[in-house]
């Protein structure tokens, strides 16, 4: 398989669930700690060697570009002021990656979603990482899936284990393992209820596909929800060429759920010296601890 330059990111959501902080900021944009949500994809797709970012948007999420380019008056200011350090933070940000946006005019669910990125990507095989799903590790989570994509030259999704009682809020995969964590795919089904569901392997936002993908997502019916699933396209893909599922070693928060989204702030703050313990002190106070 050819190297991985280029990953799909759709952020064209509307971010009900984050309501209201996203009344009037895309969802992608509220902060981890000090950073927004996107970035920290970005970054896991920077650190597996990927230079291309093709974001799925919408007409409200030009920030999101914004936050991948220069800022001259931000940068001429820091730099009048001799914040230098700061300065080259925001510089490096700007330089991270190529940014190629794309429109997607109707919303029709994930899997339209990612067919236009089409002619983006050409016929190389590419990655995806949903906007909303954040995975932290020592190998970053879609690096894990490139490998054995490389390895074994086919498609390769990413799981993790759920509860039994959250199946119906994913894609589930039927697999067979075949190594650690590795998993050959015989099924993929979009948000099974738990009696329907095949095991409790979930797709987390991760995946590494073949350009043949977008033949079958165009003849894709909408499916679960009426929206163009990916999982529905995948699962075509998967008896046609063969998938690869990777259990991928990290924590995962989805930002679009609340208890996660503060338990992420609370994670990245207590890896910061500045202010890792004054927040102990506060938690404990707020937990009643001492
Ligand atoms: C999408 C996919 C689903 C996957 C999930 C991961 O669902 O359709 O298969 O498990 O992302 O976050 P959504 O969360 O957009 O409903």
């Known amino acids: ?5 280029k990953v799909v990111i759709p952020v064209a959501g509307w971010g009900t669930r984050s309501l209201p902080a996203t009344k009037n900021i895309p969802k992608e944009m509220l902060p981890i700690y000090n ?24 007409r409200d999420k030009s920030v999101i570009e914004d936050h991948f380019d220069h800022n001259l008056q931000l940068e001429g200011y820091l730099k009048q002021k001799g914040k230098d350090s700061m300065l080259q933070v925001v510089q490096d940000v700007a330089e991270m990656v190529n940014i190629i946006s794309i429109r997607q005019k109707q919303q029709k669910g994930l899997g339209h979603a990612i067919s236009c990125a089409r002619s983006a990507i050409g016929n190389e095989p590419f990655a995806i990482m949903v906007g909303d799903d954040l995975i932290f590790s020592g190998m970053p989570g879609i690096k894990q899936l490139i490998e054995v994509a490389m390895s074994e030259n086919m498609p390769v999704v990413g799981v993790m284990e759920v509860p039994w009682d959250r199946v119906d809020r994913y894609g589930i995969v039927d697999g067979e393992q075949v190594g650690s964590g590795i998993y050959r795919v015989n099924n993929l089904v979009e948000k099974p209820s738990r009696d329907k569901a095949p095991s409790r392997l979930a ?11 977008f033949d079958y997502l165009d003849k894709t019916a909408p499916g679960v929800g009426g929206e163009v699933q990916l999982t529905d396209a995948m699962q075509a893909l998967c008896k046609e060429r063969g998938m690869m599922a990777v259990k991928i070693r990290g924590k995962r928060f989805d930002a679009g759920n609340w208890p996660e989204f503060l338990s992420a702030n609370i994670y990245f703050g207590l890896q910061d ?14 937990l009643q601890l001492e």
Request: no cysteine; proline share 7%.
């Open 1 to 5: 398989m050819q190297p991985i330059r």
């Open 35 to 58: 950073k927004p949500v996107i970035q920290y994809v970005v970054e896991e797709a920077q650190a597996a060697g990927m230079s291309d970012v093709i974001l799925i948007t919408n």
């Open 203 to 213: 797709i987390v936002g991760r995946y590494v596909l073949t350009p043949d993908i």
């Open 273 to 286: 010296e500045n202010i890792r313990y004054p927040l102990i002190d506060d938690l404990k106070e707020f």
